[in-house]
């Protein structure tokens, strides 16, 4: 951890060699919140402006580190974004730098949520909130749609046709006809994934992960 | 005990929802509607409707807004920490055994294997949507906002957040009863 951080300190001083700690945080702050605010269809799509806010903006971390940091976020489940924003602003400003490009990256977007969700219920008996309301059913509908083919085709130039169809039919039994908990499938198959031994690296990357 | 109940809906989709934010949706909702029965597909369809339409990461926004509903602030807060810690300090923490995983096939396989699981979660809620809607605004009124919804987003490529306006204002005017 102390290499890490030792190599990471020459960019901040060559960007601007006497940085308060306040600017530091403050800059922090600035940059994941433009990536919060800017980024439209949820995390992943954030990538490239967390990229261009760390990597060209600010210079917190080079091309590479960045690559780095992006693989190893995806080695842990759970929200893309709001781990690059903890895991840089803990880099460069310690716990506080974590919690505060968190904040930064998911409140001010949390905030707009709770007032429009919360003043849209408070007319929920008008009629006409109602229509609105029923309208953007079928239209979420096609957004679940469209973000269903995608994950289909993912899977299928990964696993092929075959794979993929017997995974998607697997699912459909356990998880509509036999009742299963998803969390349950899906934990299944991390492990499955997981033990699985690594034929094809055998011949890339020999050694590896042995 | 509410505050318990908020962490484990939005824990447990945090946990597992492997490839970011969206692969975490269906497992809320199973939390939200079918476990917890906090709220119905319709209302879960508004609050992700909104979502989409907002800027930022998706999961950290239902869990905000959902745990405000559900627990006010304190609600708010332990949804939002659910959702987000326990990944990012397992990052921080075992950020030395992480390294060592980042360029294995294991990970690639892990975020591959359960994608098309992902997908039939993201189909039977996309279908439960379709069927709510037809059984509120008809048939016709159904098909028509999922063929021009669809030719706006992908054909288009119109913004979904001018989509979803379009939506509202549509369902304001002819199916709010103004017409």
Request: charged share 15%; proline share 5%; hydrophobic share 50%.
């Amino acid at each position: 951890m102390e290499s890490r951080k030792e190599a990471l300190e020459p960019t901040i001083k060559n960007r601007s060699p006497k940085l308060s700690l306040p600017q530091k945080q403050g800059q922090l702050f600035w940059a994941f919140f433009k990536v919060g605010m800017l980024g439209y269809g949820g995390g992943p799509s954030s990538i490239p402006l967390v990229h261009k806010e760390v990597v060209e903006n600010y210079k917190w971390m080079n091309d590479d580190e960045f690559g780095d940091t992006l693989a190893l976020a995806n080695t842990l489940p759970g929200p893309i974004a709001t781990k690059m924003a903890g895991y840089i602003g803990y880099k460069v400003g310690g716990i506080t730098g974590l919690i505060n490009a968190v904040a930064a990256t998911i409140i001010p977007t949390i905030f707009l949520m709770v007032i429009l969700l919360t003043s849209l219920s408070t007319f929920k008996d008008q009629q006409w909130v109602a229509g609105m309301a029923q309208a953007v059913v079928p239209v979420v509908g096609v957004m679940l749609a469209v973000l269903t083919w995608q994950f289909f085709s993912k899977a299928k130039g990964g696993l092929g046709w075959t794979g993929s169809i017997i995974l998607v039919l697997a699912s459909i039994m356990a998880i509509e006809f036999l009742g299963i908990h998803p969390g349950v499938v899906i934990f299944v198959l991390l492990v499955a994934a997981f033990i699985k031994k690594d034929k094809e690296a055998g011949n890339e990357k020999s050694g590896e992960t042995s | 005990m509410i505050y318990w109940q908020i962490f484990l809906a939005f824990f447990i989709p945090g946990i597992l929802g492997y490839g970011g934010g969206p692969a975490s949706i269906p497992l809320v909702e199973n939390e939200v509607v079918d476990r917890f029965g906090w709220m119905n597909v319709n209302e879960f369809s508004e609050v992700l409707a909104m979502g989409n339409a907002l800027p930022g990461p998706i999961a950290t926004k239902m869990a905000g807004y959902i745990g405000f509903e559900q627990g006010g602030v304190l609600g708010a807060i332990v949804g939002v920490f659910a959702t987000v810690a326990p990944s990012l300090i397992l990052m921080v923490v075992l950020l030395g055994i992480l390294y060592k995983f980042k360029d294995s096939p294991k990970v690639k396989r892990m975020t591959l294997f359960i994608r098309p699981t992902i997908a039939v979660l993201l189909g039977v809620m996309a279908y439960e949507f379709f069927k709510s809607s037809y059984e509120g605004a008809g048939l016709l009124q159904t098909a028509f906002l999922i063929v021009a919804s669809y030719l706006l987003l992908e054909r288009f490529k119109v913004h979904p957040a001018f989509v979803i306006m379009g939506a509202l204002g549509y369902g304001a005017v002819f199916l709010g009863g103004i017409i």
